[in-house]
């Protein structure tokens, strides 16, 4: 046998399959170097049911994301062995998988794991399903949850800048309760989809550290108590006993084996190491280096994440939380965000964007956000007279508050599309300074900015951020953060490594400072900022509640 036939097959790899909002994705990753050598994707059969629920045609009530849990399992069935198929590996070479998920997506199920969306009877409820992380509609149940804790005392509730989020566990738990009493009876697991997943290649249910930190409420080993939960809803009491606890596996060890059925599914050997589940930015952290103090990642998609650790326990106001080693062990991680980034970009050009623009931008063979970015990178900072508020999906750091919505202030009669496509552009970015800005006032400084996520492709949104930050940005070599983050997890629950750190060190990739700011350019942004922060605290601190007359106002006129 040759040297290069020898090398190869001590070669050893590992599985990272990423489930984000619409569609899930699986990628091979050499253990020895992170190489990531295929992968594969299936979008999902029934999307997310934010209208609509797809088996009855029933119309939903507003501020509703639903998902179909068989949809995760298809993705085991059809993206991994796509992307085994592709890199053109031995299936018996893999030593591990590792899974990550967006947060907080739950499913409510049996006590054997069965959704119950899958049991006939509640096949028309729409309670019975997935509820997506952007499910706000348990905003009323989050600002009781938020108030008893403030008015108790609750010591819980400065770890999480002092708003618990309706994207979160207890709040979407509540909803079920106060809305499907019958429902929530039924349920015996209210289940992480993160977990879920797990449970499914493994026959294991092991809660993550993660999202029992962050989105669960578990802080110094204990949930919040059961007079609390019982002063928020008498039925409530037991939440936490009957339907929550569970075991808790930490980030990087094995939650347990792949099953012989799944092994079947995903085409991988029996046995393998199957990871504790996580979170998709949480596991990007590792993949781009960004572990240390200081390094906060950005994981910009569809919504934007804000993850960094410190060696230090402070409060930071309307953080969305901090978890002792919520990223990696040893670190107190900390997790901020933003409820909708590249949502927004979408949402504008799906339904704001005249036919002529589609028809330029076909005939330039560009796709329509690089055809709108084309036409607005050159312009000037400011020459649009705009300025916009990111809120169309609510605001989750720092106000916390899915009540919020979108604004564009500045339009006149001669005002372009790609002008407001800009301002929103330019309005993430300010979201994302306020986030910054709060953490460093808060004694837990920013030092390094690292972004992974598909909007790290644009370029010129980049350098945006990079002039509105005044902050260098450093980008991950890679396009599949998450999933190359989970195949990290992966190796290190294999025991290819001792930990995360290290197996980062080796398998992560980052690009420094592909991005630094033009002085010119900041000096204007700060200009637009301080516009943009009299604006975000007007709407977003009391000074008008007009966005949330205007929610309760559809809610009553759809009912």
């Given at each position: 046998?040759?040297?290069?036939?020898?090398?190869?097959?001590?070669?050893?790899?590992?599985?990272?399959?990423?489930?984000?909002?619409?569609?899930?994705?699986?990628?091979?990753?050499?253990?020895?170097?992170?190489?990531?050598?295929?992968?594969?994707?299936?979008?999902?059969?029934?999307?997310?049911?934010?209208?609509?629920?797809?088996?009855?045609?029933?119309?939903?009530?507003?501020?509703?994301?639903?998902?179909?849990?068989?949809?995760?399992?298809?993705?085991?069935?059809?993206?991994?062995?796509?992307?085994?198929?592709?890199?053109?590996?031995?299936?018996?070479?893999?030593?591990?998988?590792?899974?990550?998920?967006?947060?907080?997506?739950?499913?409510?199920?049996?006590?054997?794991?069965?959704?119950?969306?899958?049991?006939?009877?509640?096949?028309?409820?729409?309670?019975?399903?997935?509820?997506?992380?952007?499910?706000?509609?348990?905003?009323?149940?989050?600002?009781?949850?938020?108030?008893?804790?403030?008015?108790?005392?609750?010591?819980?509730?400065?770890?999480?800048?002092?708003?618990?989020?309706?994207?979160?566990?207890?709040?979407?738990?509540?909803?079920?309760?106060?809305?499907?009493?019958?429902?929530?009876?039924?349920?015996?697991?209210?289940?992480?989809?993160?977990?879920?997943?797990?449970?499914?290649?493994?026959?294991?249910?092991?809660?993550?550290?993660?999202?029992?930190?962050?989105?669960?409420?578990?802080?110094?080993?204990?949930?919040?108590?059961?007079?609390?939960?019982?002063?928020?809803?008498?039925?409530?009491?037991?939440?936490?006993?009957?339907?929550?606890?569970?075991?808790?596996?930490?980030?990087?060890?094995?939650?347990?084996?792949?099953?012989?059925?799944?092994?079947?599914?995903?085409?991988?050997?029996?046995?393998?190491?199957?990871?504790?589940?996580?979170?998709?930015?949480?596991?990007?952290?590792?993949?781009?280096?960004?572990?240390?103090?200081?390094?906060?990642?950005?994981?910009?998609?569809?919504?934007?994440?804000?993850?960094?650790?410190?060696?230090?326990?402070?409060?930071?106001?309307?953080?969305?939380?901090?978890?002792?080693?919520?990223?990696?062990?040893?670190?107190?991680?900390?997790?901020?965000?933003?409820?909708?980034?590249?949502?927004?970009?979408?949402?504008?050009?799906?339904?704001?964007?005249?036919?002529?623009?589609?028809?330029?931008?076909?005939?330039?063979?560009?796709?329509?956000?690089?055809?709108?970015?084309?036409?607005?990178?050159?312009?000037?900072?400011?020459?649009?007279?705009?300025?916009?508020?990111?809120?169309?999906?609510?605001?989750?750091?720092?106000?916390?508050?899915?009540?919020?919505?979108?604004?564009?202030?500045?339009?006149?009669?001669?005002?372009?599309?790609?002008?407001?496509?800009?301002?929103?552009?330019?309005?993430?970015?300010?979201?994302?300074?306020?986030?910054?800005?709060?953490?460093?006032?808060?004694?837990?400084?920013?030092?390094?900015?690292?972004?992974?996520?598909?909007?790290?492709?644009?370029?010129?949104?980049?350098?945006?951020?990079?002039?509105?930050?005044?902050?260098?940005?450093?980008?991950?070599?890679?396009?599949?953060?998450?999933?190359?983050?989970?195949?990290?997890?992966?190796?290190?629950?294999?025991?290819?490594?001792?930990?995360?750190?290290?197996?980062?060190?080796?398998?992560?990739?980052?690009?420094?400072?592909?991005?630094?700011?033009?002085?010119?350019?900041?000096?204007?942004?700060?200009?637009?900022?301080?516009?943009?922060?009299?604006?975000?605290?007007?709407?977003?601190?009391?000074?008008?509640?007009?966005?949330?007359?205007?929610?309760?106002?559809?809610r009553e006129a759809l009912a």
């Amino acid at each position: 046998m040759t040297d290069q036939a020898e090398n190869q097959a001590a070669e050893r790899y590992v599985i990272g399959v990423d489930y984000g909002t619409l569609s899930g994705r699986a990628v091979v990753v050499r253990v020895s170097d992170g190489a990531e050598l295929g992968s594969a994707v299936l979008d999902y059969p029934h999307a997310v049911m934010d209208t609509t629920l797809a088996a009855t045609g029933k119309r939903l009530p507003p501020d509703w994301a639903l998902q179909v849990p068989q949809d995760y399992v298809d993705v085991l069935k059809s993206a991994v062995p796509e992307a085994v198929k592709i890199a053109g590996i031995d299936s018996a070479d893999v030593i591990g998988i590792g899974t990550d998920f967006t947060a907080c997506t739950m499913v409510p199920t049996l006590a054997d794991g069965t959704p119950l969306n899958e049991l006939p009877e509640f096949a028309d409820r729409p309670h019975a399903y997935v509820k997506l992380w952007k499910h706000h509609a348990a905003q009323a149940q989050a600002d009781r949850i938020t108030e008893l804790a403030a008015s108790r005392g609750e010591s819980w509730l400065p770890r999480y800048g002092g708003l618990i989020s309706s994207e979160w566990e207890f709040a979407k738990g509540l909803q079920l309760l106060e809305e499907d009493p019958e429902l929530y009876d039924r349920m015996d697991h209210w289940v992480e989809a993160a977990d879920w997943i797990i449970w499914q290649l493994t026959g294991e249910y092991v809660r993550n550290a993660c999202t029992a930190g962050y989105k669960g409420i578990y802080q110094d080993g204990e949930y919040p108590n059961r007079d609390y939960l019982a002063a928020l809803n008498p039925d409530f009491a037991d939440f936490v006993e009957s339907k929550l606890e569970h075991r808790i596996g930490q980030l990087g060890d094995a939650a347990g084996r792949l099953s012989a059925e799944a092994a079947a599914w995903t085409g991988l050997p029996e046995g393998i190491a199957v990871a504790v589940g996580n979170v998709d930015a949480h596991v990007a952290a590792p993949a781009a280096r960004g572990v240390l103090p200081g390094q906060m990642v950005a994981i910009m998609g569809t919504s934007t994440c804000h993850v960094m650790n410190s060696d230090k326990l402070v409060e930071v106001p309307g953080m969305c939380g901090v978890v002792d080693g919520g990223i990696v062990a040893g670190l107190y991680g900390y997790e901020a965000g933003q409820s909708g980034v590249g949502d927004i970009f979408a949402w504008y050009v799906k339904n704001q964007v005249p036919s002529a623009y589609y028809e330029a931008a076909e005939e330039a063979d560009l796709s329509i956000h690089q055809y709108l970015t084309s036409l607005i990178e050159d312009q000037p900072v400011g020459a649009h007279g705009l300025v916009a508020l990111d809120w169309q999906s609510g605001n989750r750091s720092v106000l916390v508050d899915h009540e919020l919505s979108g604004v564009v202030l500045g339009t006149t009669l001669t005002t372009r599309t790609e002008e407001i496509y800009r301002a929103l552009f330019e309005a993430t970015a300010f979201g994302t300074r306020v986030i910054v800005e709060t953490f460093n006032a808060s004694g837990v400084p920013v030092t390094e900015f690292i972004v992974a996520g598909g909007l790290q492709k644009n370029p010129f949104l980049m350098q945006t951020y990079s002039n509105v930050l005044r902050m260098p940005i450093s980008t991950i070599a890679s396009d599949q953060g998450p999933a190359l983050g989970s195949a990290i997890h992966a190796a290190v629950a294999a025991g290819a490594y001792p930990d995360v750190q290290a197996a980062g060190q080796v398998m992560g990739k980052v690009n420094k400072n592909v991005f630094t700011p033009d002085e010119k350019a900041a000096q204007a942004y700060d200009r637009l900022f301080a516009e943009y922060r009299e604006l975000h605290d007007y709407f977003g601190r009391g000074g008008n509640d007009v966005m949330h007359r205007l929610r309760q106002l559809k809610r009553e006129a759809l009912a």
